[in-house]
């Protein structure tokens, strides 16, 4: 079956229906999708400072390809992008290289910081030192922290993250499963459940757009250069969740939009009740945090011990 | 028979099926889980292969 839109050669049969697409077809309606999110959600505002979260894989690549374009077309938004080296051998130093490379093509600004710096540790140590901790628990914690703390340091008003429908369909169940509905009252097209200024809101234009759109996005426009997969990755609770409800979704075509289209019926209710919770500043090191010390400030310690 | 590149294995095998939805099941591999290229160029799963086709299964996972 040809391209539903001009009867080209198809790229892609979209999830859940019967509709090809060709390749430039195909660019044109992921392209029009996530800007649809942002104006929807108010993502980005005029004359803002965006930092785009980059690890130099596919999807933070795609973003950074996407908001690149729009930050030319528009011309009303800065755009620059924050790399955090979480020292993985074999994976990360490999796929910093090739953001290196992607920002200085396109002339954008990359800022780089590591957990070598920020804590005087790299993953693959830390999780030399705790073998029976699953790596991407620790490695969340330490990420979120420096990705606030260093976007907050370059000015930035939003922080991008190429976070897709998988990933947040993903998050809506992990958070059932474990019965940790605040977290869930973070999540949605823009984070936090109230704004304080030492958090920088953290976008996702990619919300409604599948893994596979994504990958699709990134293979037509040159961004994937070769698979890898962080050495940790299957040591994940995220692994397992993603494998059933990609078992779902191949047996009940939708499952994912719908997982996500229910949730954000209720996340104004829960945005809402959770609302009132204060955040304290850590007394270690002055960052947010939900208790007296920060979650970062919490892990360091036990490193330190 | 088509030549199957698989990515993330990284191994190559030829198989006798000329229907990537075929291939797919025969390797229980989720097409959710997978874009499928032929000569650089994305193809849809409804695709028949000639027997000298070379293609790719790219895993579309994020990295981490």
New interface residues.
């Given amino acids: ?1 040809p391209c539903k839109k001009c009867a080209e ?5 979209l ?1 859940n229906s019967d509709i ?1 697409l060709c ?1 430039s077809c195909f660019i044109r309606y992921f392209e029009k999708k996530a800007l649809r999110t942002i104006k929807k959600y108010n993502l980005i505002d005029r004359k803002e400072h965006v930092v785009a979260a980059v ?1 130099g ?3 933070s690549l795609s973003l950074l390809h996407f908001l690149n374009r729009l930050s030319i077309k528009k011309r009303d938004f800065k755009l620059s992008a924050l790399l955090i080296d979480e020292g993985i051998k074999n ?1 990360r130093d490999e ?1 910093i290289e090739t953001a290196k490379k992607f920002c200085e093509k396109n002339n954008i600004q990359l800022h780089i910081a590591s957990y070598k710096e920020g804590t005087g540790k790299t993953l693959d140590s830390i999780k030399k030192q705790f073998p029976d901790t699953v790596a ?1 628990s620790m490695c969340g914690v330490l990420r979120r922290y420096l990705l606030n703390k260093k976007s907050r340091e370059l000015k930035a008003d939003k922080l991008a993250t ?1 976070h897709n429908l998988d ?1 947040e369909a993903q998050s809506i169940i992990m958070n059932q499963f474990r019965h940790n509905i605040a977290l869930s009252a973070r999540l949605g097209p823009t984070t936090g459940v109230k704004r304080d200024k030492r958090f920088v809101p953290r976008i996702k234009p990619f919300y409604f757009l ?3 759109e ?3 996005y990134a ?2 426009n040159g961004l ?1 250069d ?5 050495t ?2 299957a040591e ?1 609770n995220r692994f397992v969740v ?1 494998n059933i409800l ?2 779902l ?2 047996k009940y075509p939708g499952t994912k939009h719908s997982i996500v289209a229910s949730f954000l019926e209720i996340l104004p209710m829960l945005k809402e009740k959770y609302k009132g919770q204060d955040i304290n500043s850590c007394r270690i090191c002055g960052e947010p945090a939900s208790s007296e010390t920060c979650s970062a400030c919490n892990l360091l310690q036990k490193i330190k011990k | 028979m088509p030549t199957i590149s698989l990515e993330r294995e990284e191994r190559i095998i030829k198989m006798k099926e000329v229907e990537i939805k075929e291939i797919l099941k025969k390797l229980k591999i989720n097409p959710t889980t997978v874009i499928i290229a032929r000569n650089n160029e994305l193809i849809t799963e409804d695709v028949k292969l000639n027997k000298d086709d070379v293609i790719k299964i790219i895993p579309v996972i994020s990295g981490g």
Avoid: H, W
Avoid at chain 1, 226 to 230: I, L, P, Q, S
């Fill in positions: 079956m050669t198809p790229v892609i049969q999830t090809r390749k690890s894989g596919k999807d994976y796929t991407c190429g990933d599948t893994e596979k994504v990958a699709t293979f037509l994937i070769r698979f890898k997969e962080c940790y990755c994940s993603r990609n078992d979704e191949q």
